[in-house]
Nanobody
């Protein structure tokens, strides 16, 4: 129904920047809430950022607040995560997600019914 394709990951030095992109296609709507999650080896999938489809309110986990910015471009059907001042602890696979799950909590993976394949972000110290 919905396809999400992520790109933009890579290897950077601490303090560097990356911009992740998520291309949306299929049965998508401008009202879909969108989120970014990340998962490091041996760790649970962690909420990073979200943006509402109505009102465009944004939300961030404390560890990335002030460094990361989530945005969306409705005309291009894209969602972005600008990551600045990257730290080694940001190293993870980053996933784009679209609403459609049963939860109303934007910070819960269960809010999102569709997921991208993930893109690796590695930050060197």
């Amino acid at each position: 129904q919905v396809q999400l394709v992520e790109s933009g990951g890579g290897l950077v030095q601490a303090g560097g920047s990356l911009r992740l992109s998520c291309a949306r296609s299929g049965r998508i709507f401008s009202t879909d809430d969108m989120g970014w999650f990340r998962q490091a080896p041996g760790k649970e999938r962690e909420f990073v950022a979200a943006i509402r489809g109505i009102g465009f309110n944004t939300y961030y986990t404390d560890s990335v607040h002030g460094r990361f910015t989530i945005s969306r471009d409705s005309a291009k059907k894209m969602v972005y995560l600008q990551m600045n001042s990257l730290k080694p602890e940001d190293t993870a696979v980053y996933y784009c997600a679209s609403s459609g799950g049963g939860s109303i909590d934007l910070k819960s993976p269960r809010r999102y019914g569709y997921w991208g394949q993930g893109t690796q972000v590695t930050v060197l110290s």
